[in-house]
């Protein structure tokens, strides 16, 4: 870092000597963190006439790694001047380079999935498993400033984000414990001991004090205290277009989250890795808290990505239509002899490529040789068909690159600690983002001045967790799910990706349990919703307390919970009780 212009030193001096307020720390060392070209943020300190913004700015020098992101602002704008140069050369470069994935695990069989699931329970009960959660953003999509994961998405229990994926953590431990047949596991009580499973929860410079006193407000959802560790991400400065710092309305330095990649730096600033060192873990699972259906510690997943001895993978679904806002995998072919696997981000992706689908195979016979064409070619139609129709529709082929991005991993602690050390060596990159921002107006009593608010062309850098996987060496595990077990996000406040479309999830997920093991809810012909408690069942398992049982809708089958009585009489949805019953 090098020294701002003499005149802006000489502004500065003029005004230390005249307050005392900025003596709280030594100058030269206050000069010094401002590094090349940021000089007007130490002019904007000299001339404000705010205690409060001359503190905060302090505050903020002292947190914000203001040469790294400077550093990292110039070799971001290097890369999109390459890239924007690659592109205007040859349009179809991406498209040539980019191939389709097929995930591992498509097609496998249910003994094969048990097998997975026992060898992630063993990994469980030797306490080398982990889970992460990213939640460190607020809201504010929702209509709440609070922390995303203790909004309450309305299900009948009126359980938060976080309390859901608590109690499948708890759930999940005793079912690890439970699969095990060594009874020098047991307690003195004869009952088996719950091994831990340690939870890192990452927050947000704004969400870190609402969410760890959330959880002591919570007893920590009866999870062991020392099993619940935050960490705080570190947000990044806001940069206009030549560079220098962009100045919030309030004078202070205006930030911005720096994306979900900004997990590497943050588990090593926060000590996190050596943690996970400490209690022998080896294998994480890392999600985002917006998800309503995740589950923790996914003992399937983890188990086949260990299995696999690769050092990182991804949960997948298929994207179900080419305007879903989903990232999706894809193979880019580096060399003819070599390539990696990366994500193309849903904002980043080309639409022809977004919108390609399967090719049609013509020399397939479909039943009832129905021709498509005069020179006697078939086409097998009924995988691209849905009922009604009987003809040829292109837009039900499958979409060529359709294993959507959940933000659902699997790491290894050995490749965490490689890649957080990569971003402290500044070898992670970031994306540019433009946007315009509202910025500094000055201070004074010019009311006409104060009355409009200015806003200014700005780049924020985000990074992308899934960008640490071109330093797999060994290459990414792909894992298949299913929507309906695996995706029910929550972004918006109404329409798709809502709480409303999360719980409608949860609750026909829930709904298909009760209805496989002989029990009958009682809708009411007004609709509702039914829920299970994880802590009752996390996939299907333990329901047979519903057997020949009538479920009242606007239910939660919590722990204890007990059929009625009597059977209750159905109702039916446009003349009410059903008349063959008494």
């Known amino acids: 870092p090098q020294l701002p212009t003499p005149n802006a030193q000489q502004t500065f001096l003029l005004f230390f000597h005249r307050t005392a307020a900025m003596a709280t720390n030594d100058l030269r060392d206050f000069l010094e963190r401002l590094p090349l070209k940021q000089s007007h943020v130490l002019e904007h300190v000299a001339s404000t006439s705010e205690e409060k913004t001359r503190e905060k700015i302090e505050r903020q020098l002292n947190t914000l790694d203001l040469e790294y992101f400077c550093n990292a602002f110039r070799r971001a704008m290097r890369l999109r001047t390459k890239q924007q140069e690659e592109s205007n050369d040859d349009d179809d470069v991406t498209q040539k380079s980019l191939e389709p994935i097929v995930a591992d695990t498509h097609n496998a069989s249910e003994s094969e999935r048990e097998a997975w699931r026992k060898e992630g329970y063993a990994l469980i009960r030797a306490g080398k498993v982990g889970a992460i959660v990213m939640a460190g953003g607020q809201g504010t999509r929702l209509g709440t400033v609070l922390p995303k994961g203790t909004f309450d998405i309305q299900l009948p229990s009126g359980k938060s984000l976080f309390q859901l994926q608590a109690e499948r953590i708890r759930r999940v431990v005793e079912l690890a414990a439970s699969d095990?047949?060594?009874?020098?596991?047991?307690?003195?009580?004869?009952?088996?001991?719950?091994?831990?499973?340690?939870?890192?929860?990452?927050?947000?410079?704004?969400?870190?004090?609402?969410?760890?006193?959330?959880?002591?407000?919570?007893?920590?959802?009866?999870?062991?205290?020392?099993?619940?560790?935050?960490?705080?991400?570190?947000?990044?400065p806001v940069f206009d277009v030549e560079g220098k710092l962009v100045l919030a309305p309030d004078g202070s330095i205006q930030t911005s989250p720096d994306g979900n990649g900004s997990i590497y730096r943050a588990l090593l600033k926060s000590n996190a890795l050596e943690d996970m060192k400490k209690r022998g873990v080896r294998h994480l699972h890392c999600y985002s808290v917006d998800n309503a259906l995740i589950l923790p510690a996914d003992c399937e997943f983890v188990g086949y990505c260990a299995l696999q001895g690769k050092s990182s993978g991804a949960k997948v679904i298929e994207k179900t239509s080419p305007e879903e806002k989903v990232g999706v995998f894809a193979r880019e072919i580096i060399s003819p002899s070599s390539s990696r696997i990366r994500v193309l981000e849903y904002s980043e992706i080309e639409p022809s490529v977004r919108d390609e689908r399967e090719e049609v195979v013509f020399d397939e016979v479909l039943p009832g040789n129905m021709r498509i064409d005069d020179d006697s070619s078939f086409v097998k139609i009924e995988k691209y068909n849905r009922p009604p129709w009987t003809h040829f529709n292109p837009d039900n082929r499958r979409l060529r690159f359709r294993l959507a991005n959940i933000a659902n991993h699997y790491f290894s602690l050995e490749f965490l600690c490689k890649v957080a050390q990569m971003t402290e060596e500044d070898s992670m990159e970031y994306h540019v983002v433009e946007k315009d921002v509202p910025c500094y107006y000055g201070d004074g009593d010019n009311t006409a001045a104060m009355t409009k608010q200015r806003t200014k062309k700005a780049i924020k850098l985000e990074s992308f967790i899934f960008d640490a996987y071109k330093y797999s060496s060994d290459g990414v595990t792909i894992f298949e799910g299913e929507r309906k077990l695996d995706f029910a996000p929550v972004k918006r406040a109404v329409g798709d990706d809502s709480p409303e479309s999360a719980r409608r999830m949860i609750s026909f997920l829930h709904s298909t349990w009760i209805a496989k093991n002989g029990g009958r809810i009682q809708w009411g012909g007004y609709g509702g919703l039914v829920e299970v408690s994880p802590l009752v069942s996390l996939r299907g398992e333990n329901m047979e307390i519903v057997k020949d049982a009538d479920v009242q809708r606007d239910t939660s089958i919590e722990l204890g919970w007990k059929p009625p009585s009597e059977r209750q009489t159905p109702w039916h949805r446009y003349y009410g009780k059903h008349s063959s019953l008494p």
């Open 180 to 236: 095990d047949d060594d009874d020098d596991d047991d307690d003195d009580k004869g009952k088996k001991k719950l091994p831990s499973l340690p939870w890192y929860i990452m927050t947000s410079p704004q969400t870190h004090e609402q969410t760890v006193d959330f959880f002591r407000k919570h007893a920590y959802f009866n999870l062991p205290e020392r099993d619940v560790v935050f960490f705080q991400q570190q947000e990044a």
